[in-house]
């Protein structure tokens, strides 16, 4: 074996990069042409990540509702098969999934709302009874009031005027908003049905229409985990909120709270929304329990008998029922949580944990970059893949 001379030159297509330890390891120009690839797919994924809040925001009134749309065939596709084998026609089988889903959605709206309504009524006096507890905590604390004036006085500090601009009301936000959401529900209808109709049609073009055999295989297993994932994530989330919501509903009948329907519909809701919604409904039991009771810790037992609920719910119940492959990152929650939170409010922090679960599929089966390891001179996507399934 013939063996290469230290002396003599490099080959013209190869690049010598020395390490920490001294060693000499010889890197050809195709890596380097590919790690400069994979550099500039690093910076334009950045900017788009960047870019696209911006232009998912302006064109909300398109996007959000694609987006919708695109949830709601992954969740009533399945739906509609069912609904099909039973000899529907696929058209009024997609359209029976539809009208089933609006209907829970609007029988759990209508629970939800009407007794808010009458509750909305009684929300002055709640504060007003509120602010009277905090101003008998406040003159306990007058002490800090006082030091507060005193340094005030020793700094000079001058009082000013305040300027208070009149906003429009709730009402008049209320009926600005309606026509753009009408609009916008109309469109994820449509678009939602003519999705789902079109499902055998897509299938049949993704599994047939590829040249390879391979291509077809993965594009199956793509399609069904994506499905399969994220179906069965918002099922069984679905039921564990009705879970808590029935649970809800029972101690705020047990604790006397007014309209406890109302109660478990708003936990059931609201628990659809990570570490946020929980948060939130904690926030209005404590507010209504200030509201309304005599004694301030007495307000304070509904409250914190959800967060007892919760934390059993959230660390106990859904990590034994969801199991290892629905565990993701509660960083990549938040993440997607506060992203598309900014992006289309309320709707888009209901969207934020289906759109992450269909986007880890998919980055499980394509493949997931490498960021971190390509700062540090790995190449930005790994060799390895999913282990092939026996059937699809």
Request: proline residues 6%; glycine residues 8%.
């Amino acid at each position: 074996m013939i063996g290469t001379d230290p002396l003599l030159p490099e080959p013209p297509d190869t690049t010598r990069v020395t390490g920490e330890d001294g060693t000499g390891t010889r890197m050809t120009f195709a890596a380097q042409e590919l790690r400069l690839i994979s550099a500039l797919v690093v910076l334009l994924a950045t900017g788009l990540f960047l870019a696209l809040p911006f232009v998912l925001s302006i064109g909300s009134v398109v996007f959000l509702p694609l987006v919708t749309a695109i949830m709601l065939t992954i969740v009533l596709s399945p739906v509609a098969d069912r609904l099909a084998l039973f000899g529907l026609p696929n058209p009024l089988a997609s359209f029976a999934a539809l009208l089933l889903f609006f209907a829970v959605v609007a029988t759990a709206l209508t629970a939800v709302l009407r007794p808010a309504v009458s509750l909305f009524e009684t929300a002055p006096a709640m504060v007003e009874r509120v602010g009277e507890h905090f101003r008998h905590f406040q003159g306990n604390l007058a002490w800090v009031s006082q030091l507060n004036d005193r340094i005030a006085r020793i700094i000079g500090e001058a009082e000013g005027q305040q300027v208070v601009l009149a906003g429009p009301s709730m009402l008049e936000e209320l009926a600005f908003a309606t026509p753009s959401v009408l609009l916008e529900v109309l469109l994820t209808f449509l678009m939602a049905f003519f999705m789902i109709e079109a499902r055998v049609r897509l299938r049949r073009r993704l599994l047939l229409d590829r040249q390879h055999f391979g291509a077809s295989l993965k594009a199956a297993r793509v399609m069904r985990d994506v499905q399969d994932r994220v179906a069965a994530y918002i099922l069984t989330v679905s039921i564990i909120n009705l879970g808590v919501g029935v649970v809800v509903a029972l101690g705020a009948w047990i604790l006397g709270l007014g309209a406890p329907v109302m109660w478990g519909g708003l936990a059931t809701l609201l628990n659809f929304i990570p570490y946020i919604g929980p948060l939130a409904m904690t926030a209005l039991l404590a507010l209504f329990g200030l509201g309304t009771a005599e004694v301030p810790l007495m307000g304070m037992i509904p409250a914190a008998a959800y967060l007892g609920l919760h934390a059993v719910e959230a660390n106990v119940v859904t990590p034994a029922i969801l199991g290892a492959r629905f565990t993701m990152n509660p960083v990549m929650i938040l993440l997607a949580l506060s992203y598309f939170t900014w992006i289309w409010g309320v709707p888009g922090s209901l969207l934020s944990v289906p759109i992450l679960l269909a986007l880890t599929a998919l980055f499980d089966h394509l493949g997931r970059p490498n960021i971190v390891g390509f700062l540090f001179g790995e190449p930005l996507f790994s060799t390895e893949v999913l282990p092939a399934d026996e059937g699809v």
